[in-house]
């Protein structure tokens, strides 16, 4: 049976992974991407559990170790920046060696992006505009490129699908505002302690540094309903947002506004997510935050890389039933997705305290609970068997 053709929209970390593993189950994929390359903004994004397996089968873990934050506490701070609580983020690694490395967002889809780019055709700077399926294929219309048909179409083009929306409806219908915001960009050498996350609260607002290695990011949340006219792909809008939302703000935020206002590049979006019935239609499915977006408190990265070598597995064992392949996939999945979406309120409850009351019970708890958690987790890696 000849070579089957799958078009994967998204060259992030799900597209770039699927790519690689349907490259070596001989697919031949092409990757359509609307960006002309890859974003330098982002938080530093966690590889964990079934993403450290995919990694290694990568050959990848040696890179990921490289560009491992290294960072080891998470401290809160007030106005002054005196430190008010404190997370030791090693309580919750089994050992040193057992380490999940922590990556710049950007960075893993850099690493990615290499792993996989003699595996597929890339196009760059252009979208898919429209899909045509039949039982035997799909026909796409790209925004510059000549239309063409493949065996099988992928979305892993993010929270803002254009797969998804061709194929299963108006984004409103699937995409949930969970009632904060994020805004992150690059700071570059302007941290004083590199193994430290730090942390600013007012009520329903959050400003983070996140030293990452000498490659620093400042993070904005903040709570909010949906913001009318809201435009995902806006740089000056968002900027405006920010400076707008935290003007009056102390500590290192009138300098860190200055950054945002220079920036070349700031990411800024609704924190999300993708509720979806069903994930695929005939010959196209959806993958990574296109299926099941955990936006920016679920693991979504590592969810990303182990359901596009899931995806992989099942194309590669069902080759000639793709509606098959993809319900295993899908079944498989989301077995590791619906925990981490019902795991939301708490996690924004400890970043983003929406009163004075919540700051001070989560700061509190810091000083009380957390020591509790380091002392047995230092505790349970002395006594595990060597």
Known sequence: MRDQTVLISGAGIAGSTLAYWLARHGFRPTVVERATGLRSSGNPVDVKGPAM???????????????????????????????????????????????????????????????SRDSAEFLWDDAIVALSRDKDGVNVTFDRAEPRRFDL?????????????????????FVHHMGIYVATLPIDGSVDNHREVTLYNTPGR?????PSRGH???????????????????????????????????????????????????????VSQVRLPQWSNGRITVLGDAASCMSLFGDGSTLAIAGAHTLAEELAANRTDPATAFRRYETRHRTLVDPKQRGFASAAALIVPATRKGIAARNMATRLFFPVMTAAGSLRRRLRPT
Do not use: C
């Not at 959050?206 to 996140?210: A, D, G, I, K, L």
């Open 53 to 115: 397996e995919v990694a290694q089968r990568m050959g990848l873990m040696p890179r990921l170790r490289a560009a491992d934050s290294a960072v080891t506490h998470m401290s809160f701070v007030n106005a002054a920046g005196r430190r008010v609580g404190r997370i030791n983020l090693q309580a919750f690694q089994m050992s040193a060696g057992d380490r999940e490395p922590e990556v710049p967002r950007a960075e893993l889809a850099s690493i990615l992006l290499e792993a």
């Open 153 to 173: 179409v992928i979305g892993a083009d993010g929270l803002h699908s254009a797969v998804r929306r061709l194929t299963f409806g108006p984004e409103n219908d």
């Open 206 to 210: 959050m400003v983070s540094v996140h």
């Open 216 to 270: 620093a990011v400042a993070a904005f949340m903040f709570r909010s309903p949906a913001l009318p006219n809201f435009d995902h792909r806006d740089t000056e809008q968002h900027k405006q947002l920010v400076t707008t939302i935290f003007r009056d703000g102390s500590w290192r935020i009138p300098e860190l506004l200055e950054r945002v206002q220079a920036a070349d590049d700031i990411y800024f979006d609704s």
